[in-house]
């Protein structure tokens, strides 16, 4: 027999997924754009408070089925983790902003070496689809592997940081626009790391301790 | 029976290990109505000055649990029961143990309010007291004042005293019986379903009095319902078919319980 809290469970879950969608459209087109140099700036900025709004109405709801149902054990991990996992996907729109608002403040950055960004970038956007593959089917094996591409993406950032500190021939425009849009991803894949822990959260209970 | 129960003897299904001192515990508890077993090996430990609940579905033996507590089981025709309750280091159910000492120390609240309808306010609330022997009026009259008040209930029937207990709403009829189990000042108090008769309003002020309560006792609360355990109570216990599936801190009982059966039963999937 379905429970009436179920009604509510199926749509909370069909709207965090819809953010995950939209969430991962964002961060890809940040990154796409930056890579070939276009301003889309607009286009992810709407996107970006769409997520914000998307994120507000998940809260509304996760208080409106705690308050209806008074939801305990797994039915209140899974609550919990929407709100948390909706707020993680926010994040990457808020970022995803962030990354195309580099074009704005900088302008052209044609000249500069795109390498490690497109790099980097390609690896959040696999930790983005890989967390909400594993959020989606509850896959817990799935989401252990994401603290690991985690660390790629740090060693990466400092990787970048050091060099273009070090580096004679740095060009402070290459230097400062490129750390800025590896500091956004690296927090994109801080987050997708908090999207698979709360995976494990919803499953089995256990917290991961944050770094 | 030992004194103290060897850790052999006792599963208790605990999910943080209690460093406080035990009030009850139960050992390889089993209580029968004729034939029907109703409590199996009910191995439980019960901590001082913490509010406990006990939840489970209809039947399966959360009253009868308390009951044998304090030895209200056996006034039940063809009740039986086996294995040990310990008040502290006693047994209660040892050889030569008076079932009314017991009572004394472990008293009970039931679900529907039952305060003696002939006597007033005063009168119910000394009764205990009296049959006990006391007959110094200024003892008795604080004895009534301290349980009245205990029982958040002074306020409002202080110049009311002489008025019969039946006639109070049935909010305060309960917190008077309330009053009447304290007056005799009990160790623990056992509470079956307090507020499953009240309204909301009754019902938060019995719950703000139980959380009041465990400065001074240890509570033990059977209730229907899952929100109110998790409000008022520390640990919780969860009983099935007479069996304790799981014993632990309310908080992690309810947000992450170990045993698949609580799962369910928390979130509605049988029961």
Redo the contacts between chains.
Sequence with gaps: MA?L?DLGLEKLRNMVLDMAELSENTVSTAIDAYVQGKDLRERIYNWSEELRMLQDEVSELAVEIIARY????????FVKSCMEVAYGFSRFGRYAHDISDVFGIFGDLSTCDKTAIERVGSQAKEMIRLSIKAFTERNVEMASKLPKMDDVVDDAYLDFVKRSATSPDSDTKCMISGTLILRYLERIADHATYVGESVAYIVS?ERAARK | MDKELKAENTKPILISRPVEPLKIQTDKLNAWFGNNHVLKDVSLRIKENHVTAIIGPSGCGKSTLIRCMNRMHELVPQAKVSGAVLLDDANVYAKGVDPVSVRRKIGMVFQKPNPFPTMSVYDNVAAGLKLNGERDHARLDRAVKRSLDLAFLWEEVKHELDKSGSSLSGGQQQRLCIARALAVEPEVLLMDEPCSALDPIATAKIEELITNLKDQYTVVIVTHNMQQAARVSDYTAFLYLGQLIEYGETTNLFENPTEELTERYLTGKFG
């Design positions: 429970r809290m008074q939801p305990v054990a797994s039915d209140l991990r209970g």
